[in-house]
């Protein structure tokens, strides 16, 4: 097992200039973590010396740069606008690449109103699949999350329920397409995590820590401390020989220190499990 983190908690920093990205891995490092997750919307432009001074400075305080979060829209009613969204998801699976990264993290698209659960489980499959070859090119591994709703986005995933994704996720089974699995998203349609996770194991590449406060709800809280049943998942994924990447989403909004408790317990609840 190796820990990532998701830095959450500090998009608005990050994506307003008041920290930087290099801020971002310095901060990683102290907490010793071995991996650093990035979200797309960290990367405005997308010049080489950035990249490449980016890359040479997470080498240099030995921290891996793990996966890269996307929001691809691929079930946007408007067919125009559904091509613009793949060929950006190219372009960060190409992104992810640069960096070194290993993953990307992929969504479905938004549940924008009035689209119909057949057509957009076709558009979200066509728009994947089309993807993944880019990711193959480049030796990406795309990881499919069961999201709940991107920081860019109007509207909830279109791959909850549960069934919806995992329609998806078995219609791109000839593909090298793997899984995100969240550990608390699940919950805010009170689904049961554990069920998910035991329908999709196999296909796990990345798990992202998160927790949110109550069924039901989307609240999020300190990693731990919520309804979240991350020991219990920690604890299946041992038995079943995980050895992927744990990414902590840190987004309880309680500053440098809510990374200081999540990383300790996160830790303390894979040796136990």
């Known amino acids: 097992m190796q820990l990532s983190c998701i830095p959450v908690s500090l998009y ?9 990205v290099s801020d971002w891995i310095h901060f990683a490092a102290a907490l010793g973590l071995e991996g650093v997750d990035f979200s797309v919307k960290f990367f405005p432009t997308r010049d080489e010396d950035t990249l490449n001074a980016l890359v040479a400075e997470g080498e240099r305080i030995g921290i891996e740069f793990c996966a890269l979060a996307c929001y691809p829209d691929f079930t946007h009613p408007n067919a125009e606008q559904r091509a613009r969204e793949i060929e950006q998801m190219k372009a960060d699976v190409q992104l992810t690449a640069a960096l070194g990264a290993k993953y990307a993290r992929v969504t479905a698209g938004q549940n924008h109103p009035g689209t119909d659960r057949e057509a957009g489980i076709r558009w979200a499959v066509e728009g994947l699949r089309q993807v993944v070859d880019e990711a193959d090119r480049l030796g990406i591994t795309l990881v499919y999350e069961n999201h709940t709703k991107g920081a860019p986005w109007q509207y909830w995933d ?17 593909t090298s397409l793997k899984v995100c699995f969240d550990t608390a998203n699940a919950l805010v349609l ?3 995590p554990i069920a998910l996770l035991e329908a999709v194991i196999d296909r796990i590449a990345v798990v992202h820590i998160f927790d949110i406060r109550t069924p039901g709800e989307f609240e999020t809280v300190l990693v731990g401390t919520g309804a979240s049943p991350i020991k219990q998942v920690l604890s299946i994924l041992k038995r079943n020989g995980f050895d992927g990447w744990l990414s902590i989403e840190e987004a309880s909004r ?13 830790r303390r609840a894979w040796e136990e499990a």
Request: glycine share 8%; net charge negative; no cysteine.
């Open 158 to 174: 279109f791959s909850q329920p549960s069934e919806i994704f995992l329609e998806i996720l078995n219609s791109l089974a000839d």
């Open 12 to 20: 608005e920093d990050i994506f307003s200039g008041q920290r930087s």
């Open 190 to 192: 009170k689904e049961d």
């Open 254 to 266: 309680t500053g440098e220190e809510g990374f200081a408790k999540a990383v300790p317990f996160v």
